[in-house]
């Protein structure tokens, strides 16, 4: 497991080897993660775009938290500061928000986390099975 690269631009978007290393190398483990985060994924996306279109900053507040966790786990540094700051703002608007298009605004981190998701994909489609005799 290494560094995996946008298909498109040849950019770095997940480093895998950090979390090999926290892992042990252990590498079953880590395509369970892997897999977790693209089970996980379309659950996220779609809790994030009814929060956001019912205007309910807490549950907005809950999946960014929770989607920037899921990023750091894999290193993927711009969707994690895109979830930071998007986290930031919600906590700043709290009282305030249901003015801004939260949808419009969340686009460059969902964005980023669907890049995320496509790298993982690309990443869990070309590994090998786990030896299992």
């Known amino acids: 497991m290494s560094n995996l690269g946008s298909a498109d631009s040849g950019s770095q978007v997940c480093n895998l080897d950090y979390l090999l290393g926290n892992l042990g190398r252990n590498r079953a483990v880590a395509n369970r993660l892997v897999q977790l985060f693209l089970?996980?994924?379309?659950?996220?996306?779609?809790?994030?775009?009814?929060?956001?279109?019912?205007?309910?900053?807490?549950?907005?507040?809950?999946?960014?938290?929770?989607?920037?966790?899921?990023?750091?786990?894999?290193?993927?540094?711009?969707?994690?500061?895109?979830?930071?700051?998007?986290?930031?703002?919600l906590h700043a608007h709290r009282d305030n928000g249901?003015?801004?298009?939260?949808?419009?605004?969340?686009?460059?981190?969902?964005?980023?986390?669907?890049?995320v998701y496509a790298e993982l994909k690309r990443y869990k489609d070309s590994t090998p099975p786990p030896d299992v005799s």
Do not use: K
């Open 39 to 89: 089970d996980g994924h379309a659950g996220l996306m779609e809790r994030f775009l009814r929060a956001a279109s019912e205007g309910d900053m807490q549950a907005m507040r809950n999946v960014v938290h929770e989607i920037r966790g899921s990023c750091v786990l894999f290193s993927a540094h711009e969707a994690v500061a895109l979830a930071r700051e998007l986290e930031y703002l």
């Open 98 to 115: 249901t003015d801004i298009d939260w949808l419009a605004r969340s686009q460059p981190m969902r964005d980023s986390l669907n890049a």
